[in-house]
């Protein structure tokens, strides 16, 4: 970290740029909501393209590029605060080629932003704000700040941009990261096997919450790789002491503010280590991986419970996330259209006392704790913040469907891109909840129609459809979470088109994605710093690269078998540093 300090020091002494013809916003009527969002900016942003970086060059400007998604709380904030301010986006528009970026059509790009401020920050998350040379290199970046400090900061940058801009090409050369060691080839063995998931297993205690479950003692996220390889450990070689944990951990986030218990579903995390206070948006993803999880931990946990968790969050996805194509949505936002985070879920008592029956109401006020004092200004989060009674509990599913007409009927902006890689998973949750209730089959079905009608043309994945318009440009994530969504509802319903789909989509994958080194998340990438890495680690979404490998174990197409064996059987010095990061590749290999 002190590397990083020092670095940082160093960058501060510099930055430039003759103007040339005037920029203007590129981004209304953009078919992704959320760069619509910023067409009215009066920030000139442009798109991240080969044309944009071309022009950073010729004018010889850094590309100032923002990063964020549709339900981000803190991006809006910091539109609100800093994008919509005139003298700020005056000083923008003059001093760099202002960019402005949409997480979930620029996966990689993401990524890679975001590793870049792990490394010198020692923080990631959106909004992420980074200075780029025309290059391509990566200089400096930074998380949401309020509008006074970023407009000095601005100010400062672009100072040091003109008087020496050698310096900040230079540094940002030098905090490029060194491309990963050539793998080494090793041998796929119990051994090794048992060798790995120890070393991922003492990561994992090492993070665990054995009070609140989960991982780590600040805000809490789903984690769903990790969750995952951890039940098929439990699956394997049960245990008690991580059976105990691995129950905490679903009942939490189950019983609290990270899941909606009135319209179903899960939000994306909570800002507090008790799973108490979340950020109100709701993505596809954690709600794909969360339904297959609880489906999953019912078995493996023998808690039948978990499966009415696994359908309220199908059920939610259908209900809110579908679209009348088929596909799925990409998520619904923290805010209501008014801008009041978290408006959509919270009630007042007085409205409550009206809306239901006393017995009704006398459950939602010892179980909800609408005598204590309010964490919103909004109104009460409904969620078991005291254990609920046998007699309690069915008014309390009595009173959320009382309630959920109400619901409806507020307003709650979506994010209407229907992302191919997004759908995938989404595919593989329905498809594996038909093992618990059949009547999936028919949206499992329409969503691979979608998916192999809408979102492959000549035989390749697009990677996003949006208001009309398609993103050509799949990554590596795109075609890993198709593939296995095309497998597991293969597996789920015999279906030989689906087999037959996946083995054609994954050959591309790894003709596109996989080179001598390791795997790319994107088939051209524009930064410079972007290198293959012998194996990609796990997030809040699987690792693409080890999804890949374990959809091609799975079809068997023997040369796809054969890849898939050489890369699994590579020796990696990351996940050697850092084995919790790769929860899905010792998964894989755990796997009889």
Known sequence: MSACKCWFGLLLLTLALPAGAALTNQLKNHPSPYLAQHGTDPVAWQEWNADTVARARRENKLLFVSVGYFACHWCHVMQR????????????????????????????????????????????????????????????????????????????????WREDDSSIRQLAHRAAPPPALKPVAGALNPARAEKTMAAFLAGVWQEADLLHGGFGTVSKFPMAPQLDALLTRQALHPDPKLAEFLRLSFDQMAALGLRDHVGGGFF?????????????????????????????????????????????????????????????????????????????????????????????????????????????????????????????????????????????????????????????LALSAFSRSLALDPAYRQTADRLQAFLLKRMVRDGRLLKARARGQVFPDAELEDYAYVVQGLVDHAEATGNAESRAQAIRLARVAWRDFWRERGWLREARPLLATVAPEPALADGALYSPSAVLIGASLRLGDAELAKRARTSLAWRIPAMSADPYAFPTQAGLLARP
Request: aromatic share 10%; net charge neutral; proline share 8%.
């Open 81 to 160: 605060e800093s994008y919509k301010n005139p003298q700020i986006a005056a000083r923008l528009n003059r001093e760099f080629i202002p960019v402005k970026v949409d997480r979930e059509l620029n996966s990689g790009l993401d990524d890679a932003l975001q590793q870049f401020s792990a490394n010198l920050n020692g923080v990631a998350g959106w909004p992420l704000n980074a200075l780029v040379t025309p290059e391509g290199y990566p200089a400096f970046v930074v998380l949401y700040v309020p509008p006074a400090e970023f407009g000095g900061l601005i100010d400062r940058l672009s100072a040091r």
């Open 268 to 424: 994306r995390y909570t800002v507090d280590p008790g799973w108490d206070t979340p950020h109100f948006e709701k993505m596809l993803y954690d709600n794909a991986h969360l339904a297959a999880l609880y489906g999953r931990a019912a078995g493996v946990l023998r808690q039948p419970r978990y499966r009415d968790i696994a359908h309220s969050t199908l059920d939610f996805m259908r209900e809110t996330l579908a679209d009348a194509g088929g596909g799925f949505y990409t998520s619904t936002s923290a805010v209501d259209a008014s801008g009041r985070e978290g408006a959509t879920y919270l009630w007042e008592p007085e409205e409550l006392s009206r809306r239901l029956s006393p017995e009704m109401y006398a459950a939602v006020r010892r179980v909800w704790r609408l005598d204590a004092p309010r964490a919103f200004d909004a109104g009460y989060l409904p969620a078991e913040n005291r254990p609920p009674t046998q007699a309690e509990r069915p008014l309390l599913e009595e009173a959320a469907r009382v309630l959920r007409p109400l619901r409806r009927a507020r307003s709650l902006p979506i994010d209407d891109k229907r992302n191919a890689g997004l759908n995938g």
